[in-house]
């Protein structure tokens, strides 16, 4: 699909792997590489390319935790884009066991994310250093809004990313980490902030559902997304309803 309908831009939201080994690193960088030859690409980690275990809580080597995502894919986990009319930023919500993601619920473990005070203060210097007027994208790993299915957060502080998007006039958030697919509308500022989460490209579906991905289309008048649901059938993804945003 990437080939054929040759997109602006190709954004990853993270989890390129299963446990972070360097063979599914490997076939991830071919993906992306192919992708290169036709689109600009953003990425971003997800939890499961992070051996949060090598340094739970500061306790060992945060290098370590991260270093094949590192080798094969990114040194820079924050990076930056910026296309004719809209500036992309990535925020690293991936952290493995830090403060910032620990909680009550002993399954949040290594899987649940963090977006700091100091990452939100780094995108609003991005941002503010990209041509004004440009259209505003964070793309990040974890959800921010809860999962219809999971009835999860991916953020620890999810209230604390709603303030951020608000104060950096957000005008779209690409992640994924829930495994179902979902667009929604923040209806807090002028126009809002949607919310496009991808669900998983693979059979780790929540729910039985299809593996899921999402083509967006950003113009001065509107955000447009169509889905694009797996079909067994057809063996390529079919696009479902489009939802369109005026701005």
Known sequence: ???TRRFDVVAVSGDLSQRARPGEFQAARQLLRDAEKVSRVIVV?????VKWWRAPLGVGSRASAIANYAKYISADFEPVLIVPGVTFVGINTAQGVVPGTITWNPR?????????S???AEARAKFDAAPKGN???????HNPLRGEISNRYGLS???RAAKAFVDLGIDLVLCG?????????????TYGTIVCTAGTVSNRTR??????MNVVTLTREAIEVEPQIWSVESQSFLPGPVKRFPR
């Not at 949040?108 to 700091?116: H, L």
């Open 1 to 3: 699909m990437i080939n």
């Open 118 to 120: 100091a990452q939100i």
């Open 177 to 189: 980490h829930d495994h179902q697919e979902g667009v929604y509308h923040i209806e807090h500022t």
């Open 108 to 116: 949040d473990v290594g899987v649940v994310g963090n977006m700091s």
């Open 207 to 212: 729910g039985q559902r299809p593996s899921a």
């Open 45 to 49: 980690p997800g939890n499961h390319d």
């Open 157 to 159: 502080h999810p209230a």
């Open 135 to 141: 259209q505003r994208v964070i793309v990040m790993h």
